[in-house]
């Protein structure tokens, strides 16, 4: 599927003359069509039927909303993709680059040994050399790439030609902070010492794999009311409420009740299908809740929330006021620093994969990341999975010549060598799409046991999701494409907002790397150890969120949330982040100071 881009649909709706000069409609029609996979004459095509169908409905942020909900969810539903069975290719058993070398010759050979040879092919001397080695096993060994050469992995791979003939290299597509006249170079030298450690001691940090799929249903709803009670608990404290009633009991006044947000059905949360579901203490049972009397709302399934309102019957809540939960407190160093010391800024590289073209084996697009982190030398940077993409077609039908661990272990070779003049800290995160790691989540660390002393001094592995300390700023960390998922669930009544704040807003409140419930399908989700590693300690200065959706920097609550977007989109470059962070202290009036210098997403 190709691309969508914002002005392929501006150039549809001109096509039909449907004057838009919201950019905010069409950055939204973008996130439909992303979150639908469907192309941009698609859209605009079902929109014509809808809005003529509907009078000649017009087009804005509401009615794109109805829209969404009438034809496109119904659509998703209602669509089933069928992969043709190919015919497996007849392939050898390849176990190394020599084998596949080796094999090619061979073929070359076999080749030469039927055809005719031509009238300028006579004059080469017929004679065998002493040592022979056909021309694309001399460029392979010859090559500095060679540990991420096309060759080593699939014997059909290519160069993506699109990757090679994109466009706007290193063009800055978001910024954030003073971004004018900042050096984005790191500290001077390898040798700079930056503090960089998990946040949570390690009795409390995922660090090894562990034994899944025995979870019992009786500790999945412990987990849920205890994260029902404690965030209940954090609402009482904050809005001094003195206690809450019970769902489902008849009152003629009015009642506050907690609960948390759940659909009535196994379809999309709709303001017609929210029941609120009370923890044991309330009861323990769903009530319908009537939402016609609420200015402005958001919800999703999982949320947990205060609800203020009449329940006369004991069977529907009309809600009048709605409490969502606050978030935890920053992070406050126990180390005073001195009024004539101001720490050096200390520079942070983000990237996010797939680190392959979608068209192609090769790790030309990591190789370029290579390049610039040789050049810009920050200090740190935050590798992201997917390293060997499960979604890949070549992964997926197996055309490799390799084990997918070996490839990986390649990867991370590449890098540490690749950077070893720059001396930066290497930090790598696992993917739920890691075809070579644990299928769940939360999900364990990496394991390199091949890595020397001196690279693993460099190299830190931690879980997905974890929380980071460096040089005295936390940095929120997870893979997971929370965005996407929360974004396809999450309904709202409320003006003036976009969609990517209010769910890092929740994210943020409910104090979870992922709060929704029931995970979405791709999401083997383990909830005795989503209880234990994949909550909030506090609310992070930096939260890093890599997403399909489009890439920003925001300022949410406080929290600096940047989503660099993925190194490649499709068959074409993709983005990466960069900021540029200092430790600061409270002003004396109490006030925080964002530790978050400057931030960019640049194209790679």
Known sequence: MAAVTVETIKS?????????QDESIVDKMLEQCICNRIQGDEIVLEWVAFSTTKNGLKLSLDTLDQFEHEVLNKKSKSKQSFKRDEPHNRTRDIHSLQDLIKAEEEEENLLDSYSTPAKGS????LTTPEHPHSKRSAALLSSPGLLLSPASFSPSATPSQKYSQRGAKGEVVVTFGAVQGTRWAGRKGPGSGVQLDLLEGPEDTLRCSYKFMFQRLRDVRNVLTEKIEELGEGLRSHFNIEDFSPVSLPAQDSVTVLGQVCCDSNGKLNAQSVLLEAGPEQGGQQVPVDLSELREYSLFPGQVVVMEGMNTTGRKLVASKLYEAVPLPFYSSEVKQEMDEVPEPVSVLVACGPY??????TY??????????VRDRPDVC????PFVDSKH??????????TFEAIFSRCVESIVEGTKSVGCRLVFVPSQRD??????YPQPPFTLPDLSKDQAQRVTLVPDPCTLLIEGVTFGLTSTDILFHMGAEEISCITGSDRFSRILKHMLTQRSYYPLYPPVEEVNMDYEKFQSYSQMPLTPDVLIIPSELRYFIKDVIGCICVNPGRLTKGQVGGTYGRLLIQRSSPLEDGKRVSPCLAGQVVKI
């Open 356 to 361: 392959t073209p979608s068209d192609s084996l």
């Open 122 to 125: 006579q004059k080469r001397a």
């Open 12 to 20: 549809e709706l001109e096509m039909f003359d449907i004057a838009c």
């Open 393 to 402: 077609e070549q992964i997926e039908k197996a055309q490799v010549t390799e």
């Open 435 to 440: 075809i070579h790691h644990h299928f769940i």
């Open 382 to 385: 935050l590798l992201l999975g």
């Open 364 to 373: 030309d697009p990591l190789l370029d990341l290579i390049t610039v982190i």
